[in-house]
């Protein structure tokens, strides 16, 4: 609990409380729609090509930005981008106000791929460049805890709000979320120093793709990023699919859902901070990337297991503010399910994030890192949830969840070779440097 309490201290610092809005806005939004989404795919009747579409959509937009946009968040002023990150997000709930079909899905997801890559990137990118040089996993651990807890708010005040708002008849939903975001804008622009971060001057330095050639040559830099093209297509293919299946499958309603995808983050939100501070003290973060995948891997194994469930277990009643549902295993799996997949990504996200950061500093160039670590993910996220899409149509759900564990398995031995191979004796440093 002392390292959680560390973690709350944080956000005394005006300039951490204002990265935190930024991370609390584009979390809590992106949950939200999450199970919008879900709402969407049965409303419409969709197939998982469709589905995988939502997706693929909102990630081939981000491959195509986050390098050009890593450069110029190292050349120019990073406060300005998180405004104007801000600013779209707000546009993205104008677009969901008016969506009408399952295309209208698709561009929206677009512009919100846009938003959410602009707030990523820089709000990391400020969180690791301003952080003490002895504290970037306790501030990294902390940003993503705090945006873990945005999460948990999105999963269960988004779900209520959905349940009680139907997004296709209301918008409700939508205009709160735009108030939040605003609210973080503010935040942003009073408390945030000007030009936190980038303004490299050195002219070579603007060559983006010279940048990323120069950051793969380091070994670490390169085990990552193979792990992030594997890894991302199971992730990915439980993020869209898991409420879809929870929605389609055994009817669960929206507050529900957002029951379900609570079991992660509240794991993430508790764990985070404490996990960050320990590869800090600990050191030897390679490890925890792998253990952390390897939990990961076992949590989307166990979502199958939902549907023997929703008949082999008994039934009990969710209520809530007059209104309630009947629910039985496959729910209770889920929610299980996604708890294990929270404790692996608590294990691993600090320490792959702090990884990035250190590297990227090498060349004075974190912002360029972490567009690298996004555009390593966005292979994967463009690919995978169309790929998974059509084997749980033409397949079965049951082999398309079996699927995305196997990456994330295929994905944690990728990384684990090519780190191990990487390592020489010459490149470990002598005692006392």
Do not use: C
């Not at 806005?25 to 009747?45: E, H, K, P, V």
């Not at 873990?148 to 269960?156: E, M, V």
């Not at 709000?161 to 605003?182: E, G, K, N």
């Not at 120069?214 to 830099?221: A, T």
């Amino acid at each position: 609990m002392a390292r959680f309490g560390n973690s709350v201290a944080l956000l005394r610092n005006r300039e951490f409380l204002s990265l935190a809005g930024t991370a609390f806005a584009r979390s809590q939004a992106y949950s939200t729609i999450i199970i919008a989404l879900a709402l969407y795919a049965d409303a419409f009747g969709t197939t998982g090509f469709i589905e995988g579409l939502w997706g693929t959509a909102f990630a081939t937009v981000q491959l195509l930005i986050v390098l050009p946009l890593g450069r110029k968040v190292d050349t120019g002023n990073a406060k300005r981008w998180l405004l104007g990150g801000l600013l779209i997000n707000v546009l993205v709930f104008v677009g969901y106000m008016l969506v009408s079909s399952s295309v209208d899905v698709i561009f929206v997801r677009m512009l919100q791929g846009v938003g959410a890559s602009i707030l990523w990137i820089t709000g990391s990118t400020v969180v690791g460049q301003i952080s003490p040089d002895d504290e970037s996993g306790r501030w990294l651990g902390s940003y993503n805890q705090v945006a873990a807890f945005s999460s948990l708010a999105g999963d269960l005040v988004g779900g209520l709000l959905l349940s009680m708002y139907d997004p296709l008849q209301s918008r409700v939903v939508y205009a709160i979320l735009a108030v939040v975001t605003l609210v973080a804008f503010v935040l942003v622009y009073t408390n945030l120093r000007d030009d936190p971060g980038g303004g490299v001057d050195d002219p070579e330095a603007q060559s983006g793709f010279g940048t990323i050639k120069k950051l793969l040559k380091l070994p670490m830099l390169r085990s990552l990023v193979l792990f992030r093209l594997s890894f991302s297509v199971g992730k990915m293919a439980v993020i869209i699919f898991l409420p879809i299946l929870a929605r389609t499958e055994f009817g669960i309603n929206a507050f529900a859902i957002g029951w379900i995808l609570a079991g992660g983050k509240i794991t993430k939100s508790l764990l985070q901070g404490y996990v960050g501070d320990l590869t800090d003290r600990i050191g030897d973060r390679a490890k925890f990337v792998a253990v952390g995948a390897l939990v990961y891997g076992l949590g989307i194994a166990l979502i199958p297991l939902s549907l023997p469930a929703e008949e082999l277990m008994g039934r009990f009643y969710l209520g809530y503010f007059g209104h309630g549902q009947e629910l039985g295993g496959g729910f209770l799996v889920l929610f299980l399910a996604y708890a294990v997949l929270g404790i692996g990504d608590s294990i691993r996200l600090p320490a792959s994030m702090a990884l990035f950061v250190e590297e990227g500093e090498t060349y004075d160039s974190v912002a360029s890192a972490m567009s690298l670590r996004s555009i390593s993910w966005k292979i994967g996220q463009t690919v995978g949830p169309v790929g998974v899409g059509l084997i749980k149509d033409f397949v079965g759900t049951v082999q398309a969840f079996l699927t995305a564990s196997v990456f994330v398995l295929f994905a944690t031995g990728v990384f684990w070779l090519t780190h191990t191979l990487s390592r020489s004796p010459e490149a470990e440093p002598a005692p006392g440097d």
